[in-house]
Nanobody, 123 residues
Framework: QVQLVESGGGLVQAGGSLKLSCAAS????????MGWFRQAPGTEREFVAT????????AYTDSVKGRFTISRDNAKATVYLQMNSLKPEDTAVYYC????????????????WGQGTQVTVSS
């Protein structure tokens, strides 16, 4: 069993930056791919980014490519999401999740989820 705790959300102006963190309590953190998802009011939860267990590969949804960067520090059992050039449409609750296998966009391949952190981008 793993516990995931997101932090770093907040209110920023359009064009600003935030860095989200997700701290994991499990001892085998380095064996799993990790991902970030988000959910805006009135929408389904959507994939944002994923990273391999080693951190050597990553993938992003098209709307955040070039603006967001996912990374991880296995020694700290933490995954990050650096968000630059934020837009109002990025406003959502952001969730960290642990992948069951390799890096994937498929929500069903993630077996543990954090409680989320709110990101609000004003225009």
């Amino acid at each position: 069993q793993v516990q995931l705790v997101e932090s770093g959300g907040g209110l920023v102006q359009a064009g600003g930056s935030l860095k989200l963190s997700c701290a994991a309590s499990g001892r085998a953190f380095s064996r799993y791919a990790m991902g970030w998802f988000r959910q805006a009011p009135g929408t389904e939860r959507e994939f944002v980014a994923t990273i391999s267990a080693s951190g050597n590969s990553a993938a992003y949804t098209d709307s955040v490519k070039g603006r967001f960067t996912i990374s991880r520090d296995n020694a700290k059992a933490t995954v990050y999401l650096q968000m630059n050039s934020l837009k109002p449409e990025d406003t959502a609750v952001y969730y960290c999740a642990r992948g069951r296998y390799g890096p994937t966009r498929d929500e069903t391949d993630f077996d543990s989820w954090g409680q989320g952190t709110q990101v609000t981008v004003s225009s």
